[in-house]
């Protein structure tokens, strides 16, 4: 399936009865949205609205303490500090299984990914790889890093599940890290010739007397150039390119394990491009480094078509702002941010720079409108209510495998998306995001909450749960019911509520209306260990609490970020 | 209960069934509890209560009025006390009666289809709204913190895993709904709550009228329309509701208008009589906190107070109404509860501050018309302290419901009241007899649905069997068997094992009970 902008207005009417059929049995409708905002920095106000908004886009899940932090500077601060990212990470993938499965080569509680291939512990570290990514979203630092790791593997993803070696997983899931921020066309450029991704779309059988146009065709049609309407390369084009590639495999015999490049399987003729790419002859090579040289070259006359920009621009736009580029969105932000981007040579973070301080990205409009993916709602969930892991190694990835497998549940498999195309909720017209809510998924988003403010998933000795009286006490005044609601519907939802839907959280502190000091009496005791009434009080308070949240997480609004 | 059930249940009993009980013939006992016990062992027995919960604490000494008392109640509260002239008499009863704005009530009780059981609390009141109210929804003693409710514990044990599994084609409809309020801890079981969470009433009315709330005209208000569209659509009990209430209309015209509390029964009566088996309701009304002004300075039989009793009476009476006119009286009882009752002794601002024990007010063709209990007795002198002592354990009236209304077995409700045992008392007009003896005569092997499914974890297996070999294994997708949770001999009852399935192959596993020629096989997805 191919992802591409789609004026919906050209759709022919058989394709979009057929779409209405197949969409069933809830209709999209068709948002009229005019925004007269563009690029020009925003120079409203940056409050806590502002700067949730900001927040909930840029971060899996919002601590009280960002909400504090980030609406305390002014936009273009808060803009930049989100953008000023790290690679480097706490830890790297560990041996969580040695307890029940003891590995030769890899002490219990030890990282693998530096230590030889060993085919019995391909699943066991494949799970450990995943649920290290789904731990790594979990506790996040407050920048950009992990979502933007999570739009590049969106992009350009390969499955986990189908490597021969979890150390290739390992090696693509760090070039995602190592450039998420950094350089796009470095970033293709490594990954075309990354050994997990060899191994995905087949580049590891490309050679001169059997070429295979896998990875060739993908490169344009879903990763650079993409089937916008301007995109007008050819197949002869994806033939050439599939030649380019030519003779590259994979060594799992060396630690690391390594892509290869071998010249006897490389196609050495000149690869000639069609008028789109201006007749781009690429002279073949017959050296060692024949493969990148090649491939430089090759990229170079893609990067070179000014529709790269604008796909990477709307693929960035429809996951930080909103699914649906209307041809006012297309002239007004698409295009001037992509001739930024080119600019600024393809790097990514004067990009973001740009969306993000735009008047265009805090429009009132463009708000509350993203329904979440499965990984902010869930590892989201973890970092937002704070939720203590264990430190254990097995405990540990006992609950993050839970994370990840529960997102698998609700249509997001971390490292094995559906297909080459990504998730369809991040590029299948008309549905989009909207495809992350099925009559399965909802119900399950709900439940998910649900265990984690009441019961907990206990595993293995652990509970990991929310502790509610942690978030509630850093909030402005949890004493008072009314200021209690207040803050816990700015903090946790991205649209404000109506006074009945408020009254009706208010039923939760003070059924049948009883004046406010119970409550305030009540949180008072629940926090005063010294209290007579404490043990008391502190159930008492922790029961209200409970179903207020779980009030507010079961309503529509939050499912939307 | 309906006799295809009856003789359903009969022939599985096959020849163990005694053609006779305690001398009296069996189909004698055609609405006795046993009959109940055994239609529920296919089912439930149908009986559905309606919980009406009056938040705030309501001032019983006010709503059902000792006449008797009058010189020491005058001594006490003469500036919120009713005048003796203005309170409702009751047929056959003297020294006791309603307050003035109760006359729908009234009626119902002349009509014999009203009891009320007097100053029902418990041991060491307290006189928290929050903690009293968690004592009354979970049933625990008042120094105690339960964590489940008492309906919540009896649910759990009909709809074992529940949700998971659920809803099911012997279980279509959600075990309890609440409406107009929050989902309460009376409904919490042992991990999940069982009652419907309607924590939207305007969703929920939108959704049994097939409409939804008007959002704003921007991309997040479509967003959001989409989101609420589906949540009605796949809200698991969403179309068995909205069916139900699509199958039947409000016939009564007595239903008052800006009335909350008419407003829920309203719907109730509906989702009932549309062929919901929801066992449970709770409804609410608020405003019970009467500290000031609960009455009128000028005529004390009117005011806050007085305006409350009437929606509550009224709405009651209008929905009793509406059940007899749909033909559905008699499978339907209501209960009113509040926190507390409100101190004996009024304060300086007209009003009432927390007491103790108050009276409970059950009503419907179930009932055994009349008063329990005796009229409280209020001292010749009154001090700020002194409070309605209690007559009976609400407890007490609580396995009256479920042992007399529902049919349970005196094992069953003892397990809903966490091991305690309570006297029950005649509410509900069922024989009292013990049924537990004859639990065990429908032969039963019944495997629960497995917990959690999809399982990534550890898995919880769950059977009952009638005593002797049971076997329960596992199966991988391929059929073979990867683990064994039971093999041998057991007692009768139920029987929990848990299994660790982390690290087995991601599948569709079959899980099969067997004992003797009797098997039956379901369906575990593992995702590690």
Redesign the interface.
């Given at each position: 399936m191919s992802s591409y902008y789609q004026n919906h207005d050209t759709m022919d009417r058989k394709e979009f009865l057929t779409f209405k059929r197949a969409a069933a049995p809830t209709e999209v409708k068709k948002v009229e949205r005019r925004t007269t905002t563009g690029l020009a920095v925003y120079s409203g106000t940056f409050g806590k609205k502002e700067a949730m908004h900001l927040l909930r886009r840029t971060l899996f899940g919002v601590k009280v303490q960002d909400m504090k932090d980030f609406s305390a500077k002014s936009m273009s601060a808060a803009v930049d500090a989100l953008l000023n990212t790290s690679t480097a990470v706490p830890n790297e993938p560990l041996n969580h299984y040695g307890k029940t499965m003891p590995d030769p080569n890899v002490a219990y509680g030890a990282t693998w990914v530096n230590s030889a291939l060993d085919f019995n512990f391909n699943f066991q570290r494949t799970m450990s790889m995943k649920s290290w990514w789904w731990e790594m979203a979990a506790k996040q630092q407050s920048t950009i890093m992990e979502k933007m790791v999570m739009f590049w593997h969106n992009l350009i993803p390969i499955s986990a599940l189908e490597q021969v070696d979890p150390r290739m997983t390992h090696i693509y899931l760090k070039t995602l890290r190592n450039n998420a921020m950094g350089n796009f066309k470095s970033l293709v450029r490594a990954l075309s010739v990354d050994p997990a991704m060899l191994v995905y779309l087949n580049g590891r059988y490309n050679t001169k007397r059997a070429p295979d146009e896998n990875y060739a065709r993908e490169l344009m049609e879903l990763f650079t150039l993409g089937k916008g309407p301007d995109s007008k390369y050819t197949e002869d084009d994806v033939k050439a390119a599939a030649r380019v590639l030519t003779g590259w495999n994979i060594n799992f015999l060396t630690t690391p394990p390594t892509a290869t490049f071998t010249l006897n399987n490389h196609d050495t003729t000149n690869k000639q491009f069609s008028a789109f790419f201006n007749n781009t002859l690429i002279t073949g090579r017959s050296t060692a480094t024949a493969g990148t040289d090649e491939l430089d070259d090759m990229l170079n006359m893609i990067f070179a078509q000014t529709e790269v920009a604008k796909f990477i621009c709307r693929k960035l736009y429809k996951y930080f702002v909103y699914y649906d580029i209307t041809p006012d969105v297309e002239t007004n932000i698409i295009t001037p941010l992509a001739d930024h981007f080119r600019n600024n040579n393809y790097n990514i973070k004067p990009l973001l720079d740009k969306l993000l301080k735009s008047e265009h990205f805090f429009d009132p409009l463009n708000m509350g409108c993203v329904i979440k993916d499965p990984t902010t709602h869930i590892a989201g969930f973890c970092r937002q209510w704070e939720t203590d892991f264990p430190t254990d190694t097995e405990q540990l990835y006992n609950i993050t495998g839970y994370g990840r497998a529960f997102g698998q549940a609700i249509l997001q498999d971390i490292l094995d998306p559906p297909s080459v195309s990504g998730w369809p909720a991040w590029h299948q017209s008309p549905q989009f995001l909207r495809s992350w809510i099925s009559s399965d998924s909802l119900p399950k988003r709900n439940q998910f909450t649900d265990l984690m403010l009441f019961t907990g998933y206990r595993r293995g000795g652990y509970t990991f749960i929310a502790d509610v009286f942690k978030v509630t006490r850093q909030f402005s005044n949890p004493a008072d019911a009314d200021t209690l609601i207040a803050d816990a519907v700015a903090f946790v939802l991205p649209l404000e509520l109506n006074i009945t839907e408020i009254a009706t959280l208010r039923n939760n502190l003070l059924p049948g209306g009883i004046p406010a000091y119970n409550w305030s009496d009540e949180w008072t005791q629940a926090n005063d260990p010294g209290h007579s009434s404490h043990a008391t009080a502190l159930a008492s308070a922790k029961l209200k609490l409970q179903l207020l949240y779980k009030s507010i997480m079961n309503l529509s609004e939050y499912q939307l970020s | 209960m309906k006799r295809r059930l009856f003789l359903k249940a009969a022939t599985a009993a096959g020849s163990m069934l005694p053609v006779t009980l305690n001398g009296l013939s069996v189909r004698a006992y055609a609405n006795s509890p046993l009959m109940h016990l055994l239609g529920r062992r296919t089912g439930n027995n149908g009986n559905v209560l309606v919980l009406i919960?009056?938040?705030?604490g309501n001032d019983g000494l006010n709503t059902v009025i000792p006449l008797d008392q009058y010189t020491n109640l005058t001594k006490a509260r003469s500036n919120v006390l009713i005048q003796d002239t203005k309170v409702l008499k009751l047929n056959g009863v003297t020294g006791t009666g309603l307050h003035p704005a109760m006359t729908g009530l009234q009626g119902l009780y002349n009509n014999g289809l009203v009891n009320i059981v007097q100053d029902v609390g418990y041991p060491n009141p307290n006189f928290?709204?929050?903690?009293s109210?968690?004592i009354w929804m979970s049933g625990s003693d008042a120094?105690e913190?339960w964590?489940s409710g008492w309906m919540g514990r009896y649910l759990d044990a009909e709809f074992p895993g529940f949700?998971d599994g659920f809803p099911n084609t012997g279980a279509p409809d959600p075990p309890a709904i609440q409406i107009g309020?929050?989902?309460?801890?009376a409904t919490m079981g042992t991990?999940?709550?069982m009652a419907m969470?309607i924590?939207?009433?305007?969703?929920f009315y939108g959704l049994v009228n097939g409409t939804t709330d008007p959002v704003p005209d921007?991309?997040?208000g479509?967003?959001?329309?989409?989101?609420?569209?589906?949540?009605n659509?796949?809200?698991?009990y969403g179309t068995s509701i909205k069916n139900a209430a699509g199958k039947a209309t409000t016939l009564s015209t007595k239903y008052p208008t800006g009335n909350t509390l008419a407003d829920q029964l309203k719907i109730v009566a509906r989702l009932i009589k549309g062929g919901l088996k929801t066992q449970v309701y709770m409804v609410?009304?608020?405003?019970?906190?009467t500290?000031s002004q609960q009455v009128d300075n000028s005529d004390h039989s009117l005011g806050a107070h007085a305006t409350l009793l009437q929606r509550v009476s009224d709405a009651i009476n209008a929905f009793q109404d509406d059940l007899t006119l749909m033909g559905i009286q008699d499978k339907v009882a209501g209960l009113t509860f509040s926190e507390f009752g409100r101190r004996i002794m009024s304060n300086g601002s007209v009003g009432t501050d927390h007491g103790a024990a108050a009276p409970m007010i059950a009503f419907g063709t179930g009932v055994q018309k009349g008063i329990i209990g005796r009229n409280p007795v209020i001292p010749d002198t009154v001090t700020v302290a002194d409070n309605v002592p209690m007559q009976y354990d609400f407890r007490q009236i609580y396995v009256s419901a479920l042992q007399d209304w529902f049919g349970l077995s005196k094992t069953e409700v003892k397990a809903a009241m966490g091991g305690r045992d309570f006297n029950t008392l005649p509410v509900f007009k069922a024989s009292r007899m013990g049924i537990e003896d004859f639990a065990d005569l429908v032969s039963r092997l019944h495997l629960y649905d497995v917990y959690p499914n999809?399982v990534?974890?550890?898995a919880t297996f769950k059977f009952f069997t009638d005593g002797g070999n049971v076997e329960l294994y596992l199966f991988d997708p391929l059929g073979n068997r990867t683990h064994t949770m039971a093999s041998g001999k057991h007692s009768m009852g139920e029987h929990e094992v848990r299994v660790d399935l982390?690290?087995l192959r991601p599948g569709n596993y079959f899980y099969q009970l067997s004992q003797g020629n009797r098997k039956y096989t379901k369906v575990v997805v593992v995702?590690?």
């Open positions: - | 919960q009056l938040n705030g928290s709204h929050f903690r109210t968690d120094k913190s964590s949700p309020g929050m989902v309460s801890l991990s999940v709550n969470a924590t939207d009433p305007s969703n921007t991309p997040a479509r967003e959001l329309e989409f989101l609420r569209i589906m949540a659509q796949t809200n698991q609410s009304i608020g405003g019970f906190d500290h999809p990534s974890g550890e982390y690290g995702a590690n």
